[in-house]
């Protein structure tokens, strides 16, 4: 089956979000990334009870968990304006501050499969501190398959929030 991307269906990941706030609402201490919920990205089966946001909720594990939403307004599918929400989780090295890790997706994001929102952390030299800019993370999508170049990069330019 080719797939084919289509622009109209969600908000546009490269004019969307600038200089959005991404705020602190977790921290999880002993936890780590649940990985087997984020390979299932490529799959219908993430749609299921809540799939999406619990890939965002941490196990158990050596490391600590930080989860950030920041709110935007963008337009739907249906050429109406929304709130959408990007989510952020990021593993951390809990001595160091060291990001190993980390995922974003748009929650409301329309446009089957999910993992065609889905970016991942790739620069691993960051430490977690107020105000970084999300762009240093270097996020890249997870699927680059059918991307432009212009795509496969996420350029938000948001800013974390370490303050509850």
């Not at 619990?54 to 050429?79: C, H, L, M, R, V």
């Not at 960051?126 to 991307?147: C, F, P, W």
Request: aromatic share 12%.
């Amino acid at each position: 089956m080719l797939l084919v991307r289509s622009f109209y269906l969600a908000p546009s990941k490269t004019r969307k979000n600038n200089g959005c706030t991404l705020k602190r609402v977790g921290k999880s201490e002993h936890s780590d990334l649940n990985y087997s919920a984020f390979r299932q990205f490529d799959s219908f089966e993430i749609y299921k009870d809540n799939g999406i946001k619990k890939a965002f909720e941490p196990i158990q594990g050596n490391f600590d968990i930080y989860f950030f939403i920041s709110a935007f307004t963008g337009d739907s599918f249906d050429g109406t304006r929304k709130t959408f929400h990007d989510y952020l989780i990021l593993k951390v090295n809990a001595k160091t501050e060291a990001i190993i890790d980390g995922f974003q997706y748009t929650l409301e994001w329309a446009e089957p499969p999910p993992i065609s929102d889905l970016y991942r952390v790739t620069d691993k030299t960051r430490k977690l501190s107020d105000g970084i800019n999300l762009n240093q993370l270097q996020m890249t999508h997870v699927e680059i398959a059918y991307l432009t170049e212009e795509e496969k990069v996420l350029k938000d330019h948001g800013v974390l929030k370490l303050k509850e």
